[in-house]
Every structure is written in structure tokens, then in C-alpha cells.
Nanobody, 123 residues
């Protein structure tokens, strides 16, 4: 049973924008922090942004001011709006859901992963 389903990846020129969506099952969405990770080619997966149940957001420094994470509670969907894209943003982007408590105390917190969506930014 697929719990998180991403969409919205693709190919875009540097400076362009994309919006990723992640549809979650209602039970997962209503009780977990949500986040986006990415894995560039040949590199480790890294956290990009998170949003708590209450809507508090956090970003990795490299995307601060360019990316916006948001959640639509009525649709059980989390979004990642990506603006001013750079070639170094090229990666497979993964939606994630998991424990807010573990996330805030620095422990591994992801319990659910999406299948990933490719984002390619050309120079």
C-alpha cells in the first residue's frame, strides 16, 4: 500500500520554477511532520525542508529563500515550491513523513518515504 505519492518533477532551465506535490494518506498526514529530502547524483540523501503539523517550517541553508514548503490539510498534501532553481538542485526528491518528537530531538525520524521524483535543472 503506497502511503506517499509524489508528482511534479521534471526538466527546467536554471532560474526556473517547479512545484512538487506529495499526496499522503490522511492518517499519516494528520499525525506526522512532513518533509522533503533530495539525493543528487553520486551523493547521499539530504534533508531539504520540513513542516510540522502546526505549520512550522525549516530549510537547509542552500535553499532558504528559494524554496517554500507548505501543507494543505484538507487535501492531505504537502508541496515544495522551488524557485530560482540552480543546476546544483538537480536530484531525486523524496517526500517523507515521521515523528515530530524524534525530529526535534535529533533522532532518525522518517517512518514513511515516497518513491521519489526526478528534478533536473539545466544550465
Amino acid at each position: 500500500q503506497v502511503q506517499l505519492v509524489e508528482s511534479g518533477g521534471g526538466l527546467v532551465q536554471a532560474g526556473g520554477s517547479l512545484r512538487l506535490s506529495c499526496a499522503a494518506s490522511a492518517s499519516i498526514f494528520s499525525s506526522n511532520s512532513m518533509g522533503w529530502f533530495r539525493q543528487p547524483p553520486g551523493k547521499q540523501r539530504e534533508l531539504v525542508a520540513t513542516i510540522s503539523i502546526g505549520g512550522r517550517t525549516d530549510y537547509v541553508d542552500s535553499v532558504e529563500g528559494r524554496f517554500t514548503i507548505s501543507r494543505d490539510n484538507a487535501k492531505s498534501t504537502v508541496y515544495l515550491q522551488m524557485n530560482s532553481l540552480k543546476p546544483e538542485d538537480t536530484a531525486v526528491y523524496y517526500c517523507a513523513a515521521g515523528s515530530t518528537l524524534r525530529r526535534l530531538t535529533g533522532r532518525p525520524w522518517v517512518d514513511f518515504w515516497g518513491q521519489g521524483t526526478q528534478v533536473t535543472v539545466s544550465s
